[in-house]
């Protein structure tokens, strides 16, 4: 089973940067799972932001095109979303997601915060 966490969450002005970093527990989930993140803002549901395949194939929600960038890296097991030009729709707790032959496992969340 695999152990997922989250960091890299805080307060941010509109218009900055953060990196979240999830780091996976076990190599096998690190390296031939399909790693995701989603975000659940106050009072939503919790969506989609961004995914990478094992083969490094990613994909992002519309809202984040150009300004997030989804990575990972094998050698530490860790998977990356850096966020740029923040905007206060941003703001919500982000959570890490791997799919590994049709289990799901989810981190705990890291919040992020994006306000004057």
């Known amino acids: 089973q695999a152990q997922l966490v989250e960091s890299g969450g805080g307060l941010v002005q509109p218009g900055g940067s953060l990196r979240l970093s999830c780091e996976v527990s076990e190599e096998i989930f690190s390296r031939h799972g399909h790693m995701a993140w989603f975000r659940q803002g106050p009072g939503k549901e919790r969506e989609f932001v961004a995914s990478?395949?094992?083969?490094?194939?990613?994909l992002y929600t519309d809202s984040v095109k150009g300004r997030f960038a989804i990575s990972r890296s094998h050698l530490s097991k860790t998977k990356y979303l850096q966020m740029n030009s923040l905007e206060p729709e941003n703001t919500g707790v982000y959570y890490c997601?791997?799919?590994?032959?049709?289990?799901?496992?989810w981190g705990q969340g890291t919040r992020v915060t994006v306000s004057f």
């Open positions: 997601n791997c799919q590994y032959l049709g289990a799901g496992y």
């Open positions: 990478i395949t094992s083969d490094e194939r990613t």
